[in-house]
């Protein structure tokens, strides 16, 4: 038996009933069929991008109907978390630009979600005997922090801005990862069934990281910006990619690829500021373009 | 009967006449003939002679030919002597040579081995360090690959912090 620190990343589709009750089975095995293809790709991209080494030595994931569930053990927590962050942010971009919800966003209707949920602590990596015996030769993870991750996961439905949530110990490694740039909602204590006391959980409410859509899967790279910007446009109620796609926009204009770009980087900005509760991260956003884009001079706006 | 006589008389005289007349032109044909012989054998004689002529210019030729061939044989066969000569003396001095050269040729044969040798080494060595290079500028390629990235990375990392 061998115990360790992992962070767990448990991620859910959530359909909305309108969606779920006009939908014929076989629509239902394509939805299920196109949201497991996406995520296969970028879980298996992301972990051999950032040089995890093998399935079973430090991390192990599952995809199981509509949900997945990844087990971080790297031996190092923070870039284990911000690993789980990165994924998390692009398994909801990729199934935001996957085909099935970009239909869905033309044919007006509601579109499902990924809600996720992120913790750490102390499992175990053990091999039941009775597993064993049904042929499962790998030790399995196991511990009482899944079961809680679990939990947060599910209520990651009430979540109001990128519907990741995450627990105690996460957040307390977050607070003391100066390199991580994340911001969190005020926190909730809620009851889950089978806890005694209420547990604390905070949604990411921004999750700056320029390697989100530079690091996608190259099958999903195409047109990804264009893709977002649709799914803005549409008035998708999903207003953290604001703060995905300004950072985009911020990269290339540090990169100097269009300076063009500054103007409808602005203008995207002003857009955010209305629909985000979080505005801090924006106004640095629009500070940056200020300082860095010559074509930016309202300082009124910066 | 007299006027058979006259006729008669006629022609006698016109057959003696006829008769004269080609012994006259025979004597006439015949002394031509005769001249013509003698024409004829006059131009036989120059002919003769014509040819005598042209034999005699012609055994001059031959034999001043002859003459000349012969000297010119006295003196390449005198050239002839003279090429053996050298050439056994070329002989002579290439047996003297060799015999001189026959201590040195082992040291030459090793000499050249050894060059030989060298020049494959060096050859080798200039392979493996052109491959070295190759490998250095490879590598110094991908560093600064390496380092333009990590570049990239520092600076996007910034912003994400400034942000």
């Given at each position: 038996m061998e115990e360790t620190i992992s962070?767990?990343?448990?991620?859910?589709?959530?359909?909305?009933?309108?969606?779920?009750?006009?939908?014929?089975v076989l629509q239902y095995e394509d939805m299920l069929g196109d949201f497991q293809n996406t995520v296969f790709d970028i879980v298996t991209h992301h972990l051999e991008?950032?040089?995890?080494?093998s399935f079973g030595t430090d991390y192990e994931w599952s995809i199981m109907g509509e949900e997945l569930r990844v087990f971080l053990y790297s031996g190092h927590v923070q870039f284990d978390i911000r690993n789980a962050l990165l994924i998390a942010a692009k398994i909801k971009i990729a199934w935001l630009i996957s085909n099935f919800t970009q239909n869905i966003v033309y044919e007006g209707h509601q579109i499902s979600h990924i809600g996720v949920g992120i913790n750490c602590g102390k499992v175990i990596k053990d091999l039941r005997p009775w597993r064993a015996k049904i042929g499962q030769i790998q030790p399995n993870v196991e511990g009482y922090v899944i079961n809680?991750?679990?939990?947060?996961?599910?209520a990651s439905r009430e979540g109001s801005v990128s519907q990741i949530l995450v627990g105690q110990n996460l957040y307390k490694r977050c607070q003391l990862n100066s390199q991580l740039n994340i911001a969190f909602s005020p926190q909730k204590s809620l009851s889950f069934r089978g806890f005694d006391q209420k547990i604390p959980i905070y949604e990411v409410v921004s999750f700056i990281n320029f390697e989100i859509i530079p690091s996608m899967p190259p099958s999903l790279q195409g047109g990804i910006l264009k893709k977002i910007e649709h799914i803005i446009k549409n008035k998708v109620p999903e207003p953290w990619l604001f703060i995905i796609l300004l950072r985009s926009y911020i990269s290339q204009l540090a990169k100097g690829d269009d300076e063009n770009l500054a103007a409808k980087a602005v203008d995207l900005a002003q857009h955010a500021l209305e629909v985000l509760d979080y505005k801090v991260v924006i106004y640095n956003m629009l500070g940056w373009l200020y300082n860095n884009c010559k074509s930016v001079r309202n300082l009124k706006i910066a | 009967m007299l006027q058979g006589t006259y006729i008669e008389i006629y022609i006698i005289s016109i057959l003696s006449f006829l008769f004269l007349t080609g012994i006259l032109l025979f004597q006439k044909t015949k002394r031509?003939?005769?001249?013509?012989?003698?024409k004829i054998n006059t131009i036989e004689n120059a002919r003769v002679e014509e040819f005598i002529t042209i034999d005699g210019r012609l055994a001059t030729l031959k034999k001043m030919f002859i003459d000349k061939v012969n000297q010119l044989d006295l003196k390449i066969n005198e050239l002839l002597q003279k090429n053996n000569h050298l050439y056994e003396k070329y002989n002579a001095i290439g047996v003297e040579l060799d015999k001189k050269m026959e201590p040195f040729q082992s040291l030459f044969e090793v000499t050249v081995s050894k060059v030989n040798s060298s020049q494959e080494a060096l050859k080798e060595a200039i392979e493996e360090g052109e491959n070295e290079i190759k490998k250095m500028a490879e590598g110094i390629y991908s560093f600064s690959k390496e380092i333009r990235e990590m570049k990239d990375f520092i600076r996007e990392r910034t912003i994400d912090l400034e942000l």
């Open positions: 962070t767990i990343l448990i991620a859910e589709l959530i359909n909305p009933p309108e969606l779920i009750d006009h939908m014929t991008c950032y040089g995890y080494n809680l991750t679990r939990h947060i996961q599910l | 031509k003939i005769k001249e013509l012989e003698e």
